[in-house]
């Protein structure tokens, strides 16, 4: 029953300021978070976010949806319980079709290069070329 517990243990040195540490899975989330909800709202992201899971539900039950009206970080806890509860194996498969679905739905709504950049962005490359790409 000890690996139970420990699937459901936020991984050390996880923690963002925002909230609770997370599992490694999340992170890619929480860097696209950090990144889009300036410019989009916490509720712009979540019903980005909404539009993948029920796009990406269809293969993967068990996936949740987030509530609008609360933030972020909410939806970041959740999202590890959910992948928590599906198991290893599916949590990966699961979490790379929500990435995946939500960066195709992202790039529609504001192109593919902007997508781009906020994606290396995020994922932690510099914002020194962004800046440059800019002028």
Do not use: Y
Not at 2 to 21: C, F, L, Q, S
Not at 81 to 90: D, M, S, V
Not at 126 to 135: F, L
């Amino acid at each position: 029953m000890t690996n139970r517990n420990d699937a459901t243990m936020p991984k050390a040195g996880a923690e963002t300021g925002a909230g609770p540490a997370h599992d490694a899975r999340v992170q890619p989330w929480l860097r696209l978070g950090a990144q889009l909800t300036p410019l989009i709202g916490d509720s712009g992201f979540c019903a980005l976010f909404g539009r993948a899971v029920r796009l990406a539900s269809a293969r993967f039950g068990g996936l949740e949806g987030c509530d609008p009206s609360k933030p972020t970080a909410h939806l970041f806890a959740s999202l590890t319980r959910t992948l928590n509860e599906l198991g290893p194996e599916q949590a990966a498969l699961a979490n790379a079709e929500l990435l995946e679905t939500f960066t195709t739905l992202l790039g529609t709504l504001i192109g593919e290069a902007l997508t781009k950049q906020l994606l290396h962005d995020a994922m932690g490359g510099d914002g020194q070329k962004h800046e440059q790409e800019q002028k």
